[in-house]
């Protein structure tokens, strides 16, 4: 388990390190669009006792979850006030906030920074009704978080580039001398963190740090987000790129010539299917409204908006995902507990280790 003063001063540490890894992620969020009141640790005064107000820390972005929070307000008849920023930012701060937390729910990108705080005794249990409607592979065994919406790691290609026949089977191939520098990737990425972690608990530690030094070796270049890899594999500036499913889609929906396209490893940690999800805090006083917007979240309605939107997978049963998507059905991901994904921190010292952070 992570003490919190150990997750503060690592948070800290890693900060000075490389200021831009915490708060350039995969959800391309800014600070800017942090709202400037969140920055009280103290709930907001409203001016009516039965007015509250829902507070959700969310490490995904408001372009994605923005137009949602607007209709669940209006179709719970709900205050709700949104702090955004990046999923493990936004983990440490409220490790470190502790019992003066303002928050009542965590919406995070990824397992791995909802189970750091489940490790932390950060989240109370979420009713056994709502946790059934998720496959227990997408949410904690002891009810401390459940998923929202899947994403799987892939790897996409310029097809003026490559050839399908010519694409690797495994993400430890990309450090053979034909990908050099043809290859992208986003370190500050939060999913891409979950990916090596992955990676770590498949393959263990050594041979993780070998692959890391082997591509930073081997020219891999490194960009600010998913968003940007996708950009520049259109231009040519890379042949391939280490990114989640859903970005293409976002450009080939304006634009369905593209020159790029969707290629899944199987079986390792390239394959990885994760989970955005949410955890309610320990320290909410409205536990009730809390649990409703949970249930609002894996309702028919939200999840359909999830796949057709931003093509993300449904994690509700009898959900199809886009037609766009390969189906879940012919998805190989590896077979792993995404709550040993809440090893954040070691990943982030092996990146360091490894120079690429």
Same mark, same amino acid.
Request: aromatic share 8%; net charge negative; with cysteine.
């Given at each position: 388990?992570?003490?919190?003063?150990?997750?503060?001063?690592?948070?800290?540490?890693?900060?000075?390190?490389?200021?831009?890894?915490?708060?350039?992620?995969?959800?391309?969020?800014?600070?800017?669009?942090?709202?400037?009141?969140t920055s009280s640790s103290q709930k907001p005064?409203?001016?009516?006792t039965t007015a509250q107000t829902l507070t959700i820390y969310s490490g995904?972005?408001?372009?994605?979850?923005?137009?949602?929070?607007e209709k669940?307000?209006?179709?719970?008849?709900?205050?709700?006030?949104?702090?955004y920023g990046d999923s493990t930012e936004l983990a440490l701060a409220l490790i470190e906030e502790g019992n003066n937390s303002?928050?009542?729910?965590?919406?995070?990108?990824?397992?791995?920074?909802?189970?750091?705080?489940?490790?932390?005794?950060? +989240?109370?249990?979420?009713?056994?009704?709502?946790?059934?409607?998720?496959?227990?592979?997408f949410?904690?065994? +002891?009810?401390?978080?459940?998923?929202?919406?899947?994403?799987?790691?892939?790897?996409?290609?310029?097809t003026k580039l490559v050839k399908p026949s010519e694409l690797p089977t495994l993400v430890m191939q990309l450090t053979a001398p034909k990908w050099r520098n043809k290859v992208g990737w986003a370190t500050t990425n939060g999913s891409f963190q979950s990916f090596v972690t992955a990676m770590r608990v498949l393959e263990g530690d050594r041979k993780t740090l070998e692959w890391l030094r082997g591509m930073k070796a081997n020219g891999v270049k490194n960009y600010s987000s998913n968003s940007a890899i996708v950009e520049a594999l259109g231009r040519g500036e890379v042949a391939l790129g280490l990114v989640n499913n859903y970005y293409l889609y976002r450009f080939t929906k304006t634009n369905p010539s593209f020159p790029v396209a969707v290629h899944h490893t199987r079986?390792?940690?390239?394959?990885?299917?994760?989970?955005?999800?949410?955890?309610?805090?320990?320290? +909410?006083?409205?536990k009730s409204d809390a649990e409703k917007f949970?249930?609002?979240?894996?309702?028919?309605?939200?999840?359909?908006?999830?796949?057709?939107?931003?093509?993300?997978?449904?994690?509700?049963?009898?959900?199809?995902?886009?037609?766009?998507?390969?189906?879940?059905?012919?998805?190989?991901?590896?077979?792993?507990?995404?709550?040993?994904l809440a090893d954040v921190k070691e990943t982030l010292s092996l990146l360091q280790e490894a120079d690429v952070l």
């Open positions: 388990m992570f003490r919190r003063n150990k997750w503060f001063t690592f948070g800290l540490r890693f900060l000075s390190v490389s200021s831009l890894s915490l708060i350039v992620a995969a959800c391309d969020v800014t600070q800017s669009q942090q709202p400037s009141s005064v409203t001016s009516s995904r972005e408001e372009k994605i979850i923005g137009p949602l929070i669940a307000k209006k179709d719970l008849a709900m205050n709700i006030e949104v702090r303002r928050a009542d729910i965590f919406y995070a990108q990824d397992a791995g920074a909802l189970g750091a705080l489940a490790e932390e005794n950060r +989240t109370l249990t979420i009713p056994e009704q709502l946790l059934n409607k998720v496959d227990k592979q949410r904690s065994p +002891t009810g401390q978080w459940t998923g929202i919406s899947g994403r799987v790691r892939v790897i996409d290609y310029n079986g390792d940690a390239g394959a990885l299917m994760n989970s955005a999800g949410v955890a309610v805090l320990n320290t +909410t006083d409205q949970v249930a609002y979240m894996l309702s028919p309605e939200v999840q359909k908006y999830f796949t057709q939107e931003f093509y993300e997978y449904p994690l509700v049963q009898n959900i199809p995902a886009s037609q766009e998507q390969v189906s879940l059905e012919q998805l190989n991901p590896p077979q792993i507990d995404l709550n040993k």
